[in-house]
């Protein structure tokens, strides 16, 4: 996983994950959940 910025200020979060996998748990898929835990890391970032 990579979060970057660019000269622009403008942020981005790369996945290199892209199986998505199911939870055996919780019959949830993983993906989507990770994907936004990471934009919200980002998110607390910008709102600071």
Same mark, same amino acid.
């Given at each position: &996983? @990579?979060?970057?910025? &660019? &000269? $622009? #200020?403008?942020?981005?979060n %790369?996945?290199?994950?892209? *199986? #998505? *996998?199911? #939870?055996?748990?919780?019959?949830?898929?993983?993906?989507? $959940? +990770?994907? +936004?835990y990471y934009?919200? %890391? =980002?998110? @607390?970032? =910008? =709102?600071?």
């Amino acid at each position: &996983d @990579i979060i970057v910025a &660019d &000269d $622009k #200020n403008t942020h981005y979060n %790369l996945e290199m994950q892209v *199986k #998505n *996998k199911e #939870n055996p748990d919780t019959d949830t898929y993983v993906l989507p $959940k +990770r994907s +936004r835990y990471y934009q919200a %890391l =980002l998110d @607390i970032d =910008l =709102l600071q």
